[in-house]
T-cell receptor
Framework: EAQVTQNPRYLITVTGKKLTVTCSQN?????MSWYRQDPGLGLRQIYY???????DKGDVPEGYKVSRKEKRNFPLILESPSPNQTSLYFC?????????????FGNGTRLTVT | GQQLNQSPQSMFIQEGEDVSMNCTSS?????WLWYKQDPGEGPVLLIA?????ELTSNGRLTAQFGITRKDSFLNISASIPSDVGIYFC??????????FGQGTTLQVKP
């Protein structure tokens, strides 16, 4: 079954304690991306990756890092989380350069930073 | 960053009524997508539109890709309680990057 898997689903942490949210896909998609969802602001892109070892900033990259060492994985790293990073995070993937390939989302990670 | 203008922001309707929502943009897109998000879940694709002027149906859902490539609408006919959720439009570029609307929250009264 085609899947985008995020872990963990829920995470509560404290300011400054480094954390990683993992994303894995089994569809051999080149393109992977992270979004955050906040009330009234919709979904905003944090970082994206067009392929292995290729990453680019999205619209709200401050305070986040990503890596793409393998095609199937695209972890989101918060080196020093702050309360304004409390949000619902989604990983999403698609085939690159295929016009008929919509974005597929994971089920989300709800992060609370106290 | 750029966002699409999606309206209405929220709707509260009676079961059986038809629903219409739309998105507009100042720039063109190659693909328009409509997603639905249930509470606690990720957005799920409802309809994808790939050509200007395209009109596509998926059950009670109908969506159109505007001729100018700068807008799209989604209609839901004969709404039912399980239609409740947040509906997002998204414009997609060939790189895969999506620009999302702010979402339309739909509530259906039985």
């Amino acid at each position: 079954e085609a899947q985008v898997t995020q872990n963990p689903r829920y995470l509560i942490t404290v300011t400054g304690k480094k954390l990683t949210v993992t994303c894995s896909q089994n569809m051999n998609h080149e393109y992977m991306s992270w979004y955050r969802q906040d009330p009234g602001l919709g979904l905003r892109q944090i970082y994206y990756s067009m392929n292995v070892e290729v990453t680019d900033k999205g619209d709200v990259p401050e305070g986040y890092k990503v890596s793409r060492k393998e095609k199937r994985n695209f972890p989101l790293i918060l080196e020093s989380p702050s309360p304004n990073q409390t949000s619902l995070y989604f990983c999403a993937t698609t085939h690159r350069n295929r016009g008929n390939s919509p974005l597929h989302f994971g089920n989300g990670t709800r992060l609370t930073v106290t | 960053g750029q966002q699409l203008n999606q309206s209405p922001q929220s709707m509260f309707i009676q079961e059986g009524e038809d629903v219409s929502m739309n998105c507009t943009s100042s720039s063109i897109f190659n693909t328009w997508l409509w997603y639905k998000q249930d509470p606690g879940e990720g957005p799920v694709l409802l309809i994808a539109l790939y050509k200007a002027g395209e009109l596509t149906s998926n059950g009670r859902l109908t969506a159109q890709f505007g001729i100018t490539r700068k807008d799209s609408f989604l209609n839901i006919s004969a709404s039912i309680p399980s239609d409740v959720g947040i509906y997002f439009c998204a414009g997609q570029r060939n790189t895969g990057k999506l620009i999302f609307g702010q979402g339309t929250t739909l509530q259906v009264k039985p």
